[in-house]
């Protein structure tokens, strides 16, 4: 079946510096992502819808100075987290969306030191 | 703004014994999913139910949808502790681009 992988699985990185998460749909088509944030033992809150060619449209409250979102192609969506602080230490999930059917990715855990 | 009230956030059960978690928002939705989520994992998608009335089985696992599409329901039937993890429902927003909205999730224990 259709699947996302998103790279890396997790991350630590030191406070100020920027990091960079891919999300690719294997086998499929994604003409929409959505990229998602989840803090432990909460559900899932949308961040960003990107559509590929075009810029991301944010949820109310993301930032999207901080959350740069880049959806180059079909297959690859990018979310640069720039200035990293210990508050955006969190599980962070895309989805894929292609003929009508949604896929997520593993989820990156994000620690900022 | 759409919500997706879930309940309950915690349930901790016995092996066999049934239960329900709920889904209920005032918006309606072109759809409703229900994902089980695994600890340092993405969401997996258990069952998507589109029309009003419909009721989908999964094994021991029954979904329902309601009729007006905006409350759904997840029944388990002699839980065992491989059920155990984060239940999460979805409801898909009409329009363009079909995002989802999340439920707050329910934390399932099952106990031997």
């Known amino acids: 079946g259709a699947v996302v992988s998103q790279h890396p699985s997790w991350v630590i990185c030191k406070s100020g510096t920027s990091v960079k998460i891919e999300c690719r749909s294997l086998d499929f088509q994604a003409t929409t992502m959505f990229w998602y944030r989840q803090f432990p033992k909460q559900s899932l809150m949308l961040m960003a819808t990107s559509n590929e060619g075009s810029k991301a449209t944010y949820e109310q409250g993301v930032e999207k100075d901080k959350f740069l979102i880049n959806h180059a192609s079909l297959t690859l969506s990018t979310l640069t987290v720039t200035s990293a602080h210990p508050e955006d230490s969190s599980f962070y999930i895309c989805s894929a969306q292609g003929a009508g059917l949604t896929f997520f990715g593993q989820g990156t855990r994000l620690t900022v030191v | 703004t759409q919500l997706l009230e879930q309940s309950p956030q915690f349930l901790s059960i016995q092996e066999g014994e049934n239960l329900t978690v709920y889904c209920n928002s005032s918006?309606?939705?072109?759809?409703l999913q229900w994902y089980r989520q695994e600890p340092g994992e993405g969401p997996v998608l258990l069952v998507t139910?589109?029309?009003?009335?419909e009721v989908k089985k999964l094994k021991r696992l029954t979904f329902q949808f309601g009729d007006a599409r905006k409350d759904s329901s997840l029944h388990i039937t002699a839980a065992q502790p491989g059920d155990t993890g984060l239940y999460l429902c979805?409801?898909?927003?009409?329009?363009?681009?079909?995002?989802?909205?999340f439920g707050a999730g329910t934390r399932l224990a099952v106990h031997p």
């Open positions: 918006s309606v939705f072109s759809s």
């Open positions: 979805a409801g898909a927003t009409s329009g363009g681009y079909n995002k989802l909205i």
């Open positions: 139910v589109v029309t009003g009335g």
